[in-house]
T-cell receptor
Framework: GAGVSQSPSNKVTEKGKDVELRCDPI?????LYWYRQSLGQGLEFLIY????????KSGLPSDRFSAERTGGSVSTLTIQRTQQEDSAVYLC?????????????FGPGTRLLVL | SQQGEEDPQALSIQEGENATMNCSYK?????LQWYRQNSGRGLVHLIL?????REKHSGRLRVTLDTSKKSSSLLITASRAADTASYFC????????????FGQGTELSVKP
């Protein structure tokens, strides 16, 4: 079946602009996660959603970052007033059951470059 | 500091040889997952091992977990050039809900 999909694949933006990154999880998966990968910081957790529970936002680096998950499916990660240090690959993952207890399946990522 | 620390950072071997990568962590885990990444894009899941398990196999892959030493190893037997990639361990901690904490990864190069 279809895996996790993300769009766009690549995004180039100017410093100060807002960007939206989209994630379509595997159908039926109740948990959805966002991570980012950059040269200096490795793979970092950003946020996860588990069913209808309040999301765990503990990894968001600043209040410029926000995410929502509509209808328990698609998620959008929004970065406002982008900075050059936001340049990274943003990875989305989903899992079938209780967050953390099951395999997390990753999408191909969105490569963000802030000029 | 990183929850998962991997060793070695880079490994270069010949095709047919075995590759062993190690991961150490600091606090109690629910499970530990190994991933492969090619060319800095999507992560491919390899094996999940739970805290009450000691060994798991999948094809040419063997993962062990020693909770007393807080360490795990990934063994790739009879390596192939196509195994060239970065390998990451990721821990799900009892105290941290659903998030995975990733190590810095091991870069494996398999020469034909």
């Amino acid at each position: 079946g279809a895996g996790v999909s993300q769009s766009p694949s690549n995004k180039v933006t100017e410093k100060g602009k807002d960007v939206e990154l989209r994630c379509d999880p595997i159908s039926g998966h109740t948990a959805l996660y966002w991570y980012r990968q950059s040269l200096g910081q490795g793979l970092e957790f950003l946020i996860y959603f588990q069913g209808n529970s309040a999301p765990d936002k503990s990894g968001l680096p600043s209040d410029r970052f926000s995410a929502e998950r509509t209808g328990g499916s698609v998620s959008t990660l929004t970065i406002q007033r982008t900075q050059q240090e936001d340049s990274a690959v943003y990875l989305c993952a989903s899992s079938l059951g209780l967050a953390g207890s099951e395999t997390q399946y990753f999408g191909p990522g969105t490569r963000l470059l802030v000029l | 500091s990183q929850q998962g620390e991997e060793d070695p950072q880079a490994l270069s071997i010949q095709e047919g040889e075995n590759a062993t990568m190690n991961c150490s962590y600091k606090t109690s885990i629910n499970n530990l997952q190994w991933y492969r990444q090619n060319s800095g894009r999507g992560l491919v899941h390899l094996i999940l091992i739970r805290s009450n398990e000691r060994e798991k196999h999948s094809g040419r892959l063997r993962v062990t977990l020693d909770t007393s030493k807080k360490s795990s190893s990934l063994l790739i037997t009879a390596s192939r050039a196509a195994d060239t990639a970065s390998y990451f361990c990721a821990t799900n901690l009892r105290s941290q809900g659903g998030k995975l904490i990733f190590g810095q990864g091991t870069e494996l190069s398999v020469k034909p």
